[in-house]
């Protein structure tokens, strides 16, 4: 099998990446973009390709339309269902599709695999009929699917807000809203708004627009929950909380998202500890350049930002790399960047204050010891911290206590709830406690798929 070689690499089809892979097309670079699913545009804009003019995700929905279109006529190569399941400091990316195993090496590579949710770990979040609020979305996006039954949305963040719209403008409108936000953000919040009103006003008058339909649908609202627990004995049966209950057939939890950082902590890429986002993040400089010279990261996977912030930050990668692989001179780059830069102060202005409106409670970082932290191998939150007495002194020495984080997720899910409890046994900042460490294969793969490779 001949290795395949190409200038530039992009992994991921959300926004940041359809917006890279497009403009380093047109800059002259031969570019791949390699992404899991059948079609472009992440989880933010899944299914755009397919979505009507009319349809209930609404107008920032419908803007990916513009991103994927561009992709397809530019020129770059797009690989679709195809999963990057190892990928080497120097460039060498292993490949698995429909059609078998392969390798690609590139010159430049851009992991731009985007955010995922937050865990929502409350007692019975693992019952059937409890999802996450964007697992929901996505089945409104690829199958035009809705709950049949009393869904109750319960958490926190814009997420929230938006798929009880959507759900409204799709006929099937959500039983309660259960907003988990302390009253403490709120004071908080409004104390930044003085420094944010003018520069987000867009972003502001957009969110404000959006609780106004919710509320206009009639939706019960519950604020300053605390206290959620599913009930149920074989599915989810209700909901409860400190102060109340309510039936249900359908909980959505959502508290918010933070990066993928699973390739670019299997890379050893230097990460920090954001403290106002609540989650590890990759270092990485104005351009998305990290601490290897061959990787750079754009998007929601170097910090939450929004689709449109992810964008503009795949396109100042793009840039980056035709200047490093002289495809453009550095004052043509800069020139260039000048307006992306400029258009992204803009979207980043909100960000101050919805980092601070929709901080996570203490008890969804840090949960009670008899709840399960990792799905996959059915790991307490008790037996977590019973592995710190006994001498673990981080996530990856956890593992080999109690097996937290070696299933299918490799960690994903249970990640920040695993260094959380750590540091808060432990007594130690979250920083030193640090992060899982994957390793490859990043997704589970045959056998079989394994036995195919080139020995070379």
């Known amino acids: 099998m001949t290795l395949e070689r190409v200038d530039f690499a992009v992994i991921g089809a959300g926004p940041a990446g359809m917006a890279a892979a497009t403009l380093a097309a047109e800059l002259g670079l031969d570019t791949v973009l390699i992404d899991e699913q059948e079609a472009p545009g992440g989880l933010i804009y899944r299914g755009i390709e397919r979505a009507e003019d009319h349809s209930p995700?609404?107008?920032?929905?419908?803007?990916?339309?513009?991103?994927?279109?561009?992709?397809?006529?530019?020129?770059?190569?797009?690989?679709?269902?195809?999963?990057?399941?190892?990928?080497d400091p120097e460039g060498t990316l292993s490949l698995i599709s429909g059609s078998g195993t392969e390798t690609l090496r590139a010159r430049r590579i851009l992991v731009a695999t985007g955010a995922i949710e937050r865990p929502a770990p409350i007692p019975g979040w693992t019952l059937p009929g409890v999802m996450t609020a964007g697992a929901a979305q996505i089945m409104l996006k690829t199958g035009d699917l809705v709950p049949s039954g009393r869904a109750v949305l319960a958490g926190q963040g814009p997420l929230l807000w938006l798929v009880a719209a959507q759900l409204v403008r799709a006929g099937a409108t959500p039983a309660a809203i259960l907003e988990t936000a302390p009253h403490r953000n709120y004071h908080a919040a409004a104390r930044l708004l003085p420094r944010v009103l003018w520069p987000a006003r867009r972003a502001l008058w957009k969110g404000l627009s959006l609780?106004?339909?919710?509320?206009?649908?009639?939706?019960?609202?519950?604020?300053?929950?605390?206290?959620?627990?599913?009930?149920?004995?074989n599915r989810l049966e209700a909901v409860a909380w400190d102060s109340g209950e309510i039936a249900a057939d359908l909980l959505l939890l959502h508290?918010?998202?933070?990066?993928?950082?699973?390739?670019?902590?299997?890379?050893?890429?230097?990460?920090?500890?954001?403290?106002?986002?609540?989650?590890?993040?990759?270092?990485?400089?104005?351009?998305?350049?990290?601490?290897?010279p061959t990787i750079s990261i754009a998007g929601d996977g170097g910090g939450i930002a929004g689709a449109e912030a992810s964008a503009l930050t795949g396109r100042l990668a793009a840039l980056d790399v035709a200047d490093f692989l002289d495809k453009l001179d550095?004052?043509?780059?800069?020139?260039?960047?000048?307006?992306?830069r400029a258009a992204l102060r803009r979207e980043l202005a909100i960000r101050l204050l919805l980092d601070r409106l929709y901080r996570p409670a203490p008890a969804i970082l840090v949960p009670e010891d008899d709840i399960i932290a990792c799905r996959c191998e059915e790991v307490t939150v008790g037996q977590i911290r019973r592995a710190a007495r006994l001498g673990a002194q981080g996530p990856n020495q956890a593992k080999a206590f109690t097996?937290?984080?070696m299933g299918p997720c490799q960690g994903r899910i249970c990640g920040t709830i695993v260094s959380a409890v750590m540091a808060d046994t432990l007594g130690r900042p979250i920083q030193e406690i640090g992060a899982y460490r994957p390793r490859a294969p990043y997704k589970p793969i045959t056998l079989g798929a394994l036995a195919g490779l080139d020995a070379e």
């Open 211 to 233: 609780i106004r339909e919710v509320r206009r649908a009639g939706i019960p609202i519950r604020r300053e929950v605390t206290g959620l627990r599913a009930l149920g004995r």
């Open 330 to 340: 550095p004052a043509e780059r800069d020139r260039r960047a000048g307006p992306i």
């Open 57 to 87: 995700l609404g107008d920032d929905y419908l803007a990916g339309r513009q991103l994927a279109g561009a992709l397809r006529a530019s020129g770059a190569t797009y690989r679709p269902a195809t999963t990057v399941w190892h990928l």
């Open 403 to 405: 097996r937290c984080g």
């Open 255 to 292: 508290e918010g998202v933070i990066p993928n950082t699973q390739i670019s902590l299997a890379l050893g890429l230097e990460h920090r500890w954001d403290d106002a986002q609540l989650c590890w993040r990759p270092v990485a400089d104005e351009w998305g350049a990290t601490s290897l």
